[in-house]
């Protein structure tokens, strides 16, 4: 008998999320742990936060949220909207795990711990794996994240006092970074436009109206972003094929 | 802020992401996520969170923006620029730009002499 063979699908989820996947994670909430610990929350509601929420910019923004004092149903509509990217996410990556059965209570639980890493590894693994397979590992992936993940945040909760403030300062400023870089990824013109539109307009918004200023910003940005992104897109396939 | 104002911020934090979380499993199979509903929502939430982040960056009221706004502009400016030259490479783009990020603040420190 192989090792390969002996290995469950568990234990192969655990050992593929070790490397790369789960120390990109962990360095990328270091900046979490530090922005938490500066705009005011504790570690229980840090940790609870990461838990909770667990998707990068609707923690980031819930942190930044939460130090400006939003009120509750700012906080509902900003992080909603923002989170809505979860949805496509989620209906491509659990036919990848179950195998498009019907809706199962359990689901909730692979939705809740799914994230843009473990769709990609799905994604690169699906065909390699057995069905039985599947949602073991797609659990012990996920599992070796989310700990990776808050190891990361309490390392950048812990050390944000004690480090240079060279050093404090640069771990403030990479989670922003790699979530705005990460923005930048997108593939359509329509999610690129509303990238460039809400990264000058959305701050603007906020200034100007202290309470939904966020929301009225993304809304207004957004659609403009996805007007102006559709038109360029339909001038480029026209020029194509002309 | 009371220690309750938080946790009532948090639940509903996780209300508003897991009533997304819950549709997509429920949904999953089942409908088209091309459809332009989809893409503007996306549109939405790019525009949403870039503004958000450019906001912790730049516009900051915490210790970030003690830091000079030239030395972030060139932090982001370099970051941006290697992304583009690397196809997009989130890794090397971050590492590039928090590295300088950091030497900048380490200069500024007077670390260097």
Known sequence: MTIQADRSGWWQGLTDAVRAPGIALGAALVGYGAQAATNGLDVTAMLAAALLIWALPPMMAFTELYSAGASVSALIISIGLINVRALPMIVATLPLVHGGTGFRLWHLLLAQVSSPTSWAQMELMHGELQQHQRAPYYFGFCAILITFGLVGSLIGFFLVDDVPTALRLAALFLTPFFVLLMMGTAKRRPGQAAGICGAIGVPVCIDLIPDFGMIVGGLLFGTVGYLAGSLIRRFEERNITS | ?113
Request: glycine share 10%.
């Open chain 2, 1 to 113: 802020m009371s220690d309750s104002a938080v946790w009532v911020m948090l639940l509903a934090a996780f209300g508003a992401t897991f009533v997304w979380r819950a549709a997509g499993a429920v949904l999953a199979g089942r409908i088209r996520v091309d459809s332009a509903l989809f893409e503007w929502a996306g549109c939405v939430s790019y525009a949403l969170v870039a503004g958000l982040m450019i906001r912790a960056i730049f516009f900051t009221e915490g210790p970030l923006g003690s830091v000079p706004v030239a030395d972030r502009i060139i932090a982001v400016g370099v970051g941006f620029a290697v992304f583009l030259l690397t196809r997009r490479s989130v890794p090397k783009s971050v590492s590039v730009g928090t590295a300088l990020f950091a030497a900048l603040a380490f200069w500024r420190s007077g670390f260097f002499g």
